[in-house]
């Protein structure tokens, strides 16, 4: 067996040639003369390593080398291979080669085309700093080792189609010209991209234990990964997209992260995760987001054109037989499993070009938000709501029971923090530096009232008005006349908003004016009580009625009493009616 990997060979005897030499020979492969080559070629066996540092590689001698290595199976078998610093020349075909130990063509350039398709690395494959000026293909290769492709160059093309990587696959750095295929490859360590520039990706259908990573990639043309799985996270951050992505459908079972990454053209995003992270995120273009389950942070994202994050029931995607699949999401956490994804902030975003559907913001940080008046929202977004059933507190004892409505995560962050702990529960899952200010947060509520108002939904709208009531109505910074009459529109009729408040102040108004006028206002005789109810509610709305004498025994208190109710009466009446129109119309 021939053992020609020693890494203390002489180089060459030509001048200027560093190729390292043949066993037994003073001359390169490049420069050895056909006599000598025929006889190295009669000691070549399956199985021996190839030593050709340096050297000169024409693909003729390359081929009848490699025939030589075939086992009985018709497969080349090779041991060590060494080809650091090699230039190929011609059709390179290591098809269906079994390497059983390390693998490198460090800094190799292949002036021609070059297929490993079929390969199986055992030990250790290194390509890095490898050019490839015509198409490579590593179609169905298998890496049981590392494989390593960092800073390598593809100036025609890479296919590694249904390639499997049992360990790390770093692609770190590498530059691919045109269209690089990952289609249906497997990675079972961590796939890692960082600062790789790409003209063209395509990762369908594949799969990968510990995540991929594009950090500070560049792709100018398009990104595509669907049909995917990823059993750890989908890291883009930093990352600069110039053409169409397609992101999806996937799964990936702990978060997809996009942290400054810039996208120039139209993004589509499909997937199931437990998290999803866009802070600071660029979509100079079109973003259709549609996820399950996430939880999904926006805070200082930029959405330069109409974009939407929606909440769907199931992501489906193309097979290669032409068919419709729905993602499997069984390696999503238990924990990470909800109805529907959920809104965690968008602090600092701009969000007039945003529409949210199908989503939780229940604990969605709106603070600091921008043009959120702006803010599309459609079908079911669901807001958080106020305390069920009724509470007693020592601090508050006039909050026995909370009319329904919606609620923000601000507002229910600072009554938490001004005595109404135990009936504003809160799994602290969302946390503030500073506890927001009744006016930042009444702000909030103007901007999400706006925003209802803007796509016709004014009972939407009602909610948010009275939640921008109530923080005006706790605000320091107010005026004391000015609280004073928000306290007095919300005791009396909620805001214009709560009908039977009005109702009941009405009622109450009524009899207290009644127990008055006919205790203290009449100048001779008593009237019954049910007389005087009935002679102050008939001259509140302006009906004749006979009086028995009432009327011209009304002493100063009850003539007064009489006045104030002709004018309140109406007024409270009007804003029964108010209140209800406020939540139906359209």
């Given at each position: 067996?021939?053992d020609?990997?020693?890494?203390?060979?002489?180089?060459?005897?030509h001048?200027g040639?560093?190729?390292?030499?043949?066993?037994g020979?003073s001359?390169?492969?490049?420069?050895i003369?056909?006599e000598?080559?025929?006889?190295?070629?009669?000691g070549?066996?399956?199985?021996?390593?190839?030593?050709?540092?340096q050297?000169?590689?024409h693909?003729?001698?390359l081929q009848?080398?490699?025939?030589a290595?075939?086992?009985?199976?018709?497969r080349?078998?090779?041991?060590?291979?060494?080809?650091?610093g090699s230039?190929?020349?011609?059709?390179?075909r290591f098809s269906?080669a079994?390497?059983?130990?390390?693998?490198?063509?460090?800094?190799?350039q292949?002036?021609?085309?070059a297929?490993?398709?079929g390969?199986?690395?055992?030990?250790?494959?290194?390509f890095?700093?490898c050019?490839?000026?015509?198409?490579?293909?590593f179609t169905?290769?298998?890496f049981?080792?590392m494989?390593?492709?960092?800073g390598?160059?593809?100036?025609e093309?890479?296919?590694?189609?249904?390639?499997t990587f049992?360990?790390?696959?770093?692609?770190?750095?590498?530059n691919c010209?045109?269209?690089?295929k990952?289609?249906?490859?497997?990675?079972?360590?961590?796939?890692?991209?960082?600062?790789?520039k790409?003209?063209?990706?395509?990762?369908?259908?594949?799969?990968?234990?510990?995540?991929i990573?594009?950090?500070?990639a560049h792709v100018?043309g398009?990104f595509r990964?669907?049909?995917a799985?990823?059993?750890?996270?989908l890291?883009?951050?930093?990352?600069n997209?110039?053409?169409?992505?397609?992101?999806?459908?996937?799964?990936?079972?702990?978060?997809?992260i996009a942290?400054n990454?810039t996208?120039?053209?139209?993004?589509?995003?499909?997937?199931?995760?437990p998290?999803i992270d866009?802070?600071?995120?660029?979509?100079?273009?079109?973003l259709?987001l549609s996820?399950?389950?996430?939880?999904?942070?926006m805070?200082d994202?930029?959405?330069g054109?109409?974009s939407?994050v929606?909440?769907?029931?199931?992501?489906?995607?193309?097979?290669?037989?032409g068919?419709?699949?729905?993602?499997?999401?069984?390696?999503?956490?238990?924990g990470?499993i909800r109805?529907?994804p959920?809104?965690?902030?968008?602090?600092?975003?701009?969000?007039?070009?945003?529409?949210?559907?199908?989503?939780?913001?229940?604990?969605?940080?709106f603070?600091?938000?921008?043009?959120?008046?702006?803010?599309?929202?459609?079908?079911?977004v669901?807001?958080g709501?106020?305390p069920?059933?009724?509470?007693?507190?020592?601090?508050?004892?006039?909050?026995?029971w909370?009319s329904p409505?919606r609620?923000i995560?601000?507002e229910?962050?600072w009554?938490?923090?001004?005595g109404w702990?135990?009936s504003?529960p809160?799994?602290?899952?969302?946390t503030?530096?500073?506890t927001?200010s009744?006016?930042?947060v009444?702000h909030i509520y103007?901007s999400?009232?706006?925003?209802?108002?803007?796509?016709?939904n004014?009972?939407?709208?009602?909610d948010?008005?009275y939640g921008?009531?109530?923080m005006?109505r706790?605000?320091?910074?107010?005026p004391?006349?000015?609280?004073?009459?928000?306290?007095?529109?919300w005791?009396?009729?909620?805001?214009g908003l709560?009908a039977?408040?009005?109702?009941?102040?009405l009622?109450?108004?009524?009899?207290?004016?009644?127990?008055?006028?006919?205790?203290f206002?009449?100048?001779?005789?008593?009237?019954?009580?049910s007389g005087t109810l009935?002679?102050?509610?008939?001259?509140s709305?302006?009906?004749?009625?006979?009086n028995n004498?009432?009327?011209?025994n009304?002493?100063a208190?009850?003539a007064s009493?009489?006045i104030?109710?002709?004018i309140?009466?109406?007024?409270l009446?009007g804003?029964s009616?108010?209140?209800?129109r406020?939540?139906?119309?359209?």
């Amino acid at each position: 067996m021939v053992d020609s990997t020693s890494l203390l060979r002489a180089s060459c005897h030509h001048e200027g040639c560093q190729g390292s030499t043949l066993p037994g020979a003073s001359e390169c492969l490049e420069h050895i003369n056909e006599e000598a080559f025929e006889a190295y070629l009669t000691g070549v066996r399956s199985g021996d390593n190839l030593t050709f540092r340096q050297s000169i590689i024409h693909a003729r001698r390359l081929q009848r080398i490699l025939e030589a290595t075939r086992n009985d199976r018709g497969r080349i078998e090779i041991g060590r291979a060494s080809f650091q610093g090699s230039s190929f020349f011609g059709e390179i075909r290591f098809s269906s080669a079994i390497f059983h130990q390390s693998a490198s063509f460090l800094a190799a350039q292949f002036k021609h085309s070059a297929s490993f398709d079929g390969c199986t690395f055992e030990d250790q494959a290194s390509f890095s700093a490898c050019t490839f000026v015509r198409s490579a293909r590593f179609t169905t290769a298998t890496f049981k080792s590392m494989a390593h492709f960092a800073g390598t160059k593809f100036e025609e093309g890479v296919s590694f189609t249904e390639a499997t990587f049992f360990d790390k696959a770093r692609f770190s750095d590498c530059n691919c010209n045109k269209a690089a295929k990952f289609i249906g490859a497997r990675f079972q360590g961590k796939a890692k991209f960082k600062r790789a520039k790409f003209d063209d990706i395509s990762l369908n259908a594949v799969r990968a234990d510990q995540g991929i990573t594009f950090y500070q990639a560049h792709v100018d043309g398009d990104f595509r990964i669907a049909g995917a799985y990823i059993q750890s996270s989908l890291s883009l951050s930093e990352a600069n997209f110039s053409g169409t992505s397609k992101v999806g459908p996937i799964s990936c079972s702990e978060a997809l992260i996009a942290v400054n990454t810039t996208w120039k053209g139209r993004v589509n995003v499909s997937i199931a995760t437990p998290m999803i992270d866009l802070t600071g995120a660029r979509f100079e273009k079109q973003l259709d987001l549609s996820a399950r389950h996430a939880k999904i942070a926006m805070p200082d994202t930029h959405f330069g054109m109409p974009s939407m994050v929606t909440g769907v029931t199931r992501l489906l995607y193309s097979t290669s037989e032409g068919g419709r699949r729905a993602i499997s999401e069984h390696q999503l956490p238990e924990g990470s499993i909800r109805t529907r994804p959920s809104i965690t902030t968008v602090s600092g975003a701009d969000l007039s070009n945003l529409t949210l559907s199908n989503v939780d913001v229940r604990r969605c940080k709106f603070i600091e938000s921008h043009n959120l008046e702006k803010l599309h929202i459609e079908g079911n977004v669901l807001f958080g709501g106020t305390p069920r059933g009724f509470t007693f507190t020592r601090k508050r004892p006039l909050s026995l029971w909370w009319s329904p409505r919606r609620v923000i995560a601000e507002e229910r962050h600072w009554r938490r923090s001004h005595g109404w702990r135990s009936s504003w529960p809160w799994d602290g899952s969302t946390t503030y530096r500073i506890t927001p200010s009744p006016e930042l947060v009444s702000h909030i509520y103007r901007s999400l009232r706006r925003a209802h108002e803007e796509s016709k939904n004014e009972p939407g709208a009602a909610d948010f008005y009275y939640g921008e009531m109530e923080m005006r109505r706790h605000s320091k910074s107010a005026p004391k006349i000015e609280r004073a009459t928000i306290w007095a529109y919300w005791a009396i009729c909620g805001y214009g908003l709560r009908a039977s408040r009005a109702v009941a102040a009405l009622i109450l108004l009524i009899l207290g004016a009644t127990y008055v006028v006919n205790t203290f206002g009449l100048t001779a005789g008593s009237a019954s009580f049910s007389g005087t109810l009935r002679f102050l509610i008939e001259s509140s709305i302006s009906l004749k009625t006979d009086n028995n004498g009432i009327d011209a025994n009304l002493n100063a208190i009850g003539a007064s009493l009489r006045i104030f109710l002709r004018i309140a009466v109406p007024a409270l009446f009007g804003l029964s009616l108010l209140a209800v129109r406020n939540r139906i119309k359209r």
